[in-house]
């Protein structure tokens, strides 16, 4: 009897698209109504601070609406790190706090975290629920002007990519769910395993690296991640 693989999971905006949060590249999604060069880099906070600040201002309130919460995909996840017989990472992409709000703890934020804020000046970071601009004194050093969101830009290195890479060169197991492939180094991850361990998508519609994965399932995360875990589980358990 084989052993159970160690598993590493890869989540993007579509996982919380079901919980009423916008993707990026879906038609109604964000950078269908703001470009990512006028928000998401670094070169843009430099240039206009008041835009970018803007547009996390508003995803984070967005956050904290009442009907944004878990949704079965993200409950699936957390069920299946409770009860996965070896190891489980979960790298999400994503900026919202819906992981951890379902239960998830062996967690990475590898492109930050909405309700987490840094200061430039001191590099504090801190938890961080509602506004800020360029005027938002820094609790820890005072000064004013330096406090971001604590979110990864483009040209940015990811989180924690040392722990990240270690998870995929042990796992047997990579499942990437509600991710477009667009975006590197994430989009890279399935290379960097499919050698050696089997790589599973399941996304609404096949993604830019569909070809690269062995198995995938195409359907709303809310239904085929929970019945993609329950068999999974009972295979392993
Ligand atoms: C880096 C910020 C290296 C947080 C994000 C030129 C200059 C500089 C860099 C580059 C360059 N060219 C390429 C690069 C690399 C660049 C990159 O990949 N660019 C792309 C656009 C080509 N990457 C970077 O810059 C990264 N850093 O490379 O650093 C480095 C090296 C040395 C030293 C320093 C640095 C940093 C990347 C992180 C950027 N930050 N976000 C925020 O605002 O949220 S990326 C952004 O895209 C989000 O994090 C998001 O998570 C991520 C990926 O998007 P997806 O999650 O996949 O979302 P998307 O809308 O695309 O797709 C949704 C999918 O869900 C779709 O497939 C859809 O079908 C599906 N779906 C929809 N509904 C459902 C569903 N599935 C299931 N159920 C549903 N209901």
């Known amino acids: 009897m084989a052993l159970p693989p160690d598993i590493v999971v890869l989540t993007g905006a579509g996982i919380s698209r079901e919980s009423g949060l916008a993707t990026f590249r879906d038609a109604d999604g964000a950078w269908a109504r703001v470009r990512l060069e006028d928000v998401a880099t670094p070169e843009a906070f430099a240039r206009d601070p008041a835009q970018v600040h803007g547009f996390y201002n508003a995803r984070r309130a967005g956050l904290a609406e009442p009907s944004v919460v878990p949704n079965a995909a993200h409950l699936a996840l957390a069920d299946l790190e409770l009860r996965w017989p070896a190891a489980f990472l979960l790298v999400t992409q994503n900026v919202d706090d819906l992981h951890e709000r379902a239960g998830s703890r062996r967690l990475v934020h590898m492109h930050g975290e909405l309700l987490r804020a840094r200061c430039v000046r001191c590099d504090a970071d801190r938890p961080w629920t509602g506004p800020m601009d360029a005027g938002t004194q820094c609790p820890a050093c005072l000064l004013r002007g330096g406090m971001r969101p604590d979110i990864v830009w483009f040209g940015e290195m990811p989180y924690e990519m040392d722990r990240i890479s270690d998870a995929l060169a042990r796992c047997g197991l990579f499942v990437a769910i509600g ?27 096949p993604s830019e690296g569909a070809a690269l994965f062995h198995e995938a399932h195409h359907g709303p995360a809310t239904r085929i991640v929970p019945a993609y875990v329950a068999d999974l589980l009972a295979r392993w358990t």
């Open 179 to 205: 991710t477009s492939g667009n975006v590197y180094p994430a989009a890279g991850f399935v290379a960097e395993v499919r050698g050696r361990a089997a790589t599973v998508e399941l996304n609404l519609e």
